[in-house]
């Protein structure tokens, strides 16, 4: 059971959009910046999104990033078969100090 | 650029010792992590350590068992595993922070590297 929630599954058709909630408390996502992650299949995460809304160097803008209150959102526009992929959503837990992840969600492009 | 290394198959109850080899940035400035994932499961934290060293964390299910350190004259961070269980069981990433604190602020895990997997078996 993971700390932070996150649906399992996602699926969209090309070129359709799709969010993924991550849901928390006030002792993490309430209180600290969170981060997104992608894993694409038989590879290492890589980070889409950080500082709740931020997209690093090289992240297209299809991918989007929000938080209000103790929920995140990541957001991904015109989706495509190449994003298929898990995400994941990570931020500090003030009570537990220590670092959680949602339990990731599958996005397939049907 | 990370390497992992050290993984391998060990019985219950044996020790195990990784390491990451980081290039490409200036290791001795930034926090670094451990973190794992278990067969097709998600991710877990497993532990951080600050730029100096002055400051280390581990999540509770490897509290007392596991101990992190780094040699910033090596660019090198190891991951020592004792008493290792067989839901220990995982490819262990190591991760670096964006700066010299793992924990609270604005802080995330980039770049990772390729893992290596401990399988802990009888």
């Known amino acids: 059971q993971s700390v932070l929630t996150q649906p399992p599954s996602v699926s969209a058709a090309p070129g359709q959009n799709v969010t993924i909630s991550c849901s928390g408390s006030?002792?993490?996502?309430?209180?600290?910046?969170v981060s997104w992650y992608q894993q694409l299949p038989g590879t290492a995460p890589k980070v889409l999104i950080r500082?709740?809304?931020k997209r690093p160097s090289g992240i297209p803008d299809r991918f989007s990033g929000s938080k209000s209150g103790t929920s995140a959102t990541l957001g991904i526009t015109g989706l495509q078969p190449g994003d298929e992929a898990d995400y994941y959503c990570?931020?500090?837990?003030?009570?537990?100090?220590?670092?959680?992840f949602g339990g990731g969600t599958k996005v397939t492009v049907l | 650029q990370l390497v992992e290394s050290g993984g391998g198959l060990v019985q219950p109850g044996r020790s195990l010792s990784l390491s990451c080899a980081a290039s490409g940035f200036m290791f001795e400035d930034y926090a670094m992590h451990w973190v794992r994932q278990g067969p097709g499961k998600g991710l877990e934290w497993v532990s951080g350590?600050?730029?100096?060293?002055?400051?280390?964390g581990y999540a509770d299910s490897v509290k007392g068992r596991f101990t992190i350190s780094r040699d910033n004259a090596k660019n090198s961070l190891y991951l020592q595993m004792n008493s290792l269980r067989t839901e220990d069981t995982a490819l262990y990433y190591c991760a670096k922070a964006p700066g010299v604190r793992y924990s609270y602020g604005s802080n995330w895990f980039d770049p990772w590297g390729q893992g290596t997997l401990v399988t802990v078996s009888s």
């Open positions: 990570g931020t500090w837990d003030n009570s537990l100090s220590a670092w959680v």
């Open positions: 500082d709740n809304n």
């Open positions: 006030s002792s993490n996502i309430g209180d600290n910046y």
């Open positions: 350590i600050s730029w100096n060293s002055g400051s280390i």
